[in-house]
């Protein structure tokens, strides 16, 4: 069975501009996780969708959204890029919400110069 | 409020146990995971624990849980160097509905030959 796949693998933008991230769960799994690693803050959540519903939002600016399509495959989007956004920003995927066993992808690196 | 504290570092020798220690101030804490990262990948689980066992083994991982003292330690038999990497603790809070993951910053597991 396929893992949770993110797409792209790395990426270079720059300040102010926007970026649009893709993580595709495993086959079944209808529930998505995001999550922001850097090496000051470590892993941090950002949000959780199940059945194209948000259920739970970490604590990011509005400049961080995501969403999440009828075939559970998600998307999260950041405008106006600042420096700081550089990270690796990983999905996981559950078979349902509050799903004990979530599987991550091997992320996206965001550089932003 | 949750916390996840871990050590940063550990080094072993090849065929020794490893230990890594990892508390958490959540009380209502339902999963306690462990998740392993090498280089340049995302998270492998590698195995979690519910909050009312006291124990679970799988192969060469152990895991303990001291709820009192919530305590959660990772024992890796025969280590071996391809058990290099960086091992995170995470807490998922019994919120019925939500998957979020608490992680530790991470401890460094060195295996020299």
């Known amino acids: 069975k396929a893992g949770v796949t993110q797409t792209p693998r790395y990426l270079i933008k720059t300040r102010g501009q926007q970026v649009t991230l893709s993580c595709s769960p495993i086959?079944?799994?209808?529930?998505v996780s995001w999550y922001q690693q850097t090496p000051g803050q470590g892993l941090q959540f950002l949000f959780e969708?199940?059945?194209?519903?948000?259920?739970n939002k970490g604590n990011f600016p509005g400049r961080f959204s995501g969403r999440q399509f009828s075939n559970s495959r998600s998307e999260m989007n950041v405008s106006t890029l600042e420096l700081g956004d550089s990270a690796l920003y990983l999905c996981?995927?559950?078979?349902?919400?509050?799903?004990?066993?979530?599987?991550f992808g091997p992320g996206t690196r965001l550089t932003v110069l | 409020g949750e916390d996840v504290e871990q050590s940063l570092f550990l080094s072993v020798r090849e065929g020794d146990s490893s230990v890594i220690n990892c508390t958490y101030t959540d009380s209502s804490s339902t999963y306690l995971y462990w998740y392993k990262q090498e280089p340049g990948a995302g998270l492998q689980l590698l195995t979690y624990i519910f909050s009312n066992m006291d124990m679970k083994q799988d192969q060469r991982l152990t895991v303990l849980l001291n709820k009192k003292d919530k305590h959660l330690s990772l024992r890796i038999a025969d280590t071996q160097t391809g058990d290099s990497a960086i091992y995170f603790c995470a807490e998922s809070m019994a919120i019925v509905g939500y998957s979020t993951l608490t992680f530790g910053k991470g401890t460094m597991l060195l295996v020299s030959p």
């Open positions: 086959s079944g799994h209808r529930s």
């Open positions: 996981a995927s559950s078979w349902r919400e509050g799903d004990n066993e979530q599987f």
């Open positions: 969708y199940f059945s194209e519903t948000q259920r």
